[in-house]
């Protein structure tokens, strides 16, 4: 399996909604990753998980709250967001952090905050 | 510090012919440097990279990039365009002893029929 997959593919959700992202990778990879992309941009990193330890908060606002329960998965916990927090996000995972790893990217889950 | 840059936000090319989409980089230690391609509404797909050694590196679906330290260069280059080779293409560096992959703002590549 060498594939990372994102639910759901689409979210909408208001200002006070609670909604979790979830991503999941049965690569045996032990870095994962948070970014979040806008249209016709680079993807701009959120979060990184070495070894399920959350390493990398790139001074990210409190209402993204990342959680990697394990190996395999890593979650995003969203709430009280803006309509700027609009976006492309995409979950990755690498066989560790940094050095030459390359990253693996899922789909990405298309947010919409009204 | 790390950057990269990517010169062209556009690249049209004729179907059939080669195509180069640039991409120069600055880091302070040895680079690891990435290919990347999106197309719309997907997450990234990794294309080829460079760690060391041989200069021209080889990837997927027909994808090379050339490495040249003296011009800080990382080109991707294909012999043969395909009009399903129209894409975002990023390139992206990650400096020896970084976590941080950091991206260039992309090139979009058309390929015309």
């Given at each position: 399996d060498t594939e990372v997959t994102q639910t759901p593919k689409h979210l909408v959700m208001g200002m006070t909604n609670k909604k979790s992202l979830k991503c999941e990778q049965?690569?045996?990879?032990r870095a994962m990753y948070w970014y979040k992309q806008k249209a016709k941009k680079p993807p701009e990193l959120m979060f990184v998980y070495s070894y399920e330890k959350l390493?990398?908060?790139?001074?990210?606002?409190?209402r993204f709250s990342p959680e990697c329960p394990n190996s395999s998965l890593l979650n995003l916990h969203l709430h009280a967001?803006?309509?700027?927090?609009?976006a492309l996000y995409l979950c990755a995972s690498s066989q560790?952090?940094?050095?030459y790893n390359e990253q693996f990217f899922g789909p990405g889950t298309r947010l919409t905050v009204l | 510090a790390q950057s990269v840059a990517q010169p062209e936000d556009q690249v049209n090319v004729a179907e059939g012919n080669p195509l180069t989409v640039k991409c120069t980089y600055s880091v302070s230690g040895n680079p690891y440097l990435f290919w990347y391609v999106q197309y719309p509404n997907r997450g990234l797909q990794f294309l080829l990279k460079y760690?060391?050694?041989?200069n021209l590196v080889k990837g997927s679906y027909g994808f090379e990039a050339e490495f040249n330290k003296s011009q800080t260069s990382f080109h991707l280059k294909k012999p043969s365009a395909l009009v399903s080779d129209s894409a975002l293409y990023f390139c992206a560096v990650r400096d020896t002893g970084a976590n941080n992959l950091f991206f260039g703002t992309g090139t979009r590549l058309t390929v015309i029929p």
């Open positions: 049965h690569m045996g990879h390493s990398i908060n790139e001074s990210v606002p409190s967001l803006q309509p700027e927090d609009s560790r952090a940094g050095g | 760690i060391t050694g041989d």
